[in-house]
């Protein structure tokens, strides 16, 4: 049989009990991942995840495994549906990968099900959220859709982040699913169920409590103010090899447009700026110019390069020039898209490097595919000085990862500010997800957060997760917003990301239990 009738048959099989099954657990994933979408959708996690856990439950063996990846396959494709628009194959690659994931956990929870009920369904929620946390670690990570994502449109809701995480809250959202699936199990007695369903109640309800209790009815408004340039620049004419200065023009423009607004510092986006600024003189020079004219400081977004280990890298870089024009600092990403900016262990695995594939795999460039970049990690992350007072970065991705943005405070800043290019997926729902990722970074570490994106979504939110002022899709204009400095650390800052740190231990220890116990069962004769 071939590969392809044998995915056919796997989603379409034969028997019509497996058919039901399988369009089950996909409409299932189908409205976890609607979960993320704009304004209302968030309820729909916190039940979304109670009827696949009941079906995997049940199950045993290989047709546990297909059923858990079946779901876990269907819900990374329909979250993340948007690689499409630039690359295919890197879609179908991601989704495979993850699928995988999903598979493990729910076959974790399954084995323990299997065991004792009772230990399957305390587990799961710390089974998953130490997948989570998991994906924050190693140069594979791709933490990019946590469960407690979901809740950033309720910001009552989301205030519980400053104190347990992003990782925190996950483990509420499936500690309430695990609520519900007891619910809807017939087999438990009705007092019990009863008392699980109160519970799932109890859990929102002192969510929205709490946050109602710490956000601020009455807004205090900003003081320090910076200029966000959204140049809207398309793809196309930013990297055109005879449009380079379209680029320098229009962020020239927007500069002067906002010169008399008292902004101390004026932020590009990622990668605004086409060029090496580090050894490029003649558009370091330009920047320089636009500086001066514009009296502030600049973080400009660009490439650039160094030798590393005897070998010059390229990087994705930040520089801040000061009001006279020159270059006081810069930062080079720390934390790259797996398989889009770099290879992960590039230095380890040279063999998933472009100029060794391409010797074998000619179509990479004949047929022009647009493989992933070469860049090369940044070392550490750089606190950027403006008179009395310092600010973190986050370049694009590194907004995704908690620990990152909570040891650049615990480094000093007074406010972070991130720079992204999300011009890539258009109009599509990765736009929004990215944007309230960064919003649960404010409101974690309960410090201000300034966002220039080349098109959009560029705006300036307060440490409650509210957005002040903010710019329209697709527009070229300068954002005048005051943000304010950071007056005292979060609990999160302070004691870190428990929640996902236990949650994980917990995973490792279920892992190496079940291991054990398979070895002694499988070898051990009494």
Known sequence: MSIVRKIFHFVVPKSIELRKRRFELSLWAFLL???????????????????????????????AFNAAYFFGFCFSLCSLYWLWIVTPAGLFATIFILGFYYAAVLMLFNKLHQIKPVLG???????????????????????????????????????????????????????????????????????????????AFGIVLALMAYGWIVLPKYPVPGKVPLALLQGSIPMDLKWGTDTEYHSFRVYDSLSQSVKDSGAMLYVWPETAAPAYLNRDEYHRKMVGDIATRSFGYHLVGAMGDGVRDGRNRYFNSCFQFNPGGQVEQRQDKVHLVPFTEAVPYQDHLPFLRQEYLVKYLTFIRTMDINWWSDFYPGDSAVLFSL?????????????????????????????????????????????????????????????????????????????????????????????????????????????????????????????????IRWVVLRFVRF
């Open 387 to 515: 008179p009395d007072m310092k600010y973190g970065v986050l370049i694009c991705f590194e907004s995704t990862f908690p620990e990152y943005s909570r040891q650049l405070i615990l480094k000093g800043a007074d406010f972070l500010v991130g720079i992204t290019n999300d011009s890539w997926w258009g109009t599509s729902i990765a736009l929004h997800m990215h944007s309230r990722i960064f919003i649960t970074r404010a409101v974690e570490n309960r410090c201000w957060m300034a966002r220039a994106a080349n098109s959009g979504l560029t705006y300036v939110v307060d440490a409650g997760g509210r957005v002040r002022e903010h710019l329209p899709l697709d527009v070229a204009q300068a954002l005048v917003g005051r943000v304010n400095l950071l007056d005292g650390f979060s609990v999160y800052t302070r004691i870190g990301d428990l929640a996902g740190k236990l949650s994980f231990l917990i995973t490792l220890l279920v892992c190496a239990i079940l291991v």
């Open 121 to 199: 369904w305390i587990a799961v929620p710390f089974l998953w959220v130490g997948l989570e946390y998991f994906r924050t670690v190693t140069e594979f990570a791709f933490p990019w859709s946590d469960l407690g994502y979901t809740q950033t449109y309720y910001l009552w809701i989301l205030q519980i982040v400053s104190v347990v995480s992003v990782h925190g809250l996950s483990l509420l959202i499936l500690t309430v699913n695990v609520l519900i699936a007891q619910v809807l199990r017939t087999e438990v007695r009705p007092d019990r169920r009863f008392t699980a369903g109160l519970s």
């Open 33 to 63: 991942s609607f979960a993320y979408y704009p304004t209302v959708f968030g309820f729909l996690a916190w039940f979304a995840l109670a009827r696949p856990l009941m079906i995997i439950a049940r199950l045993k063996g290989r047709e």
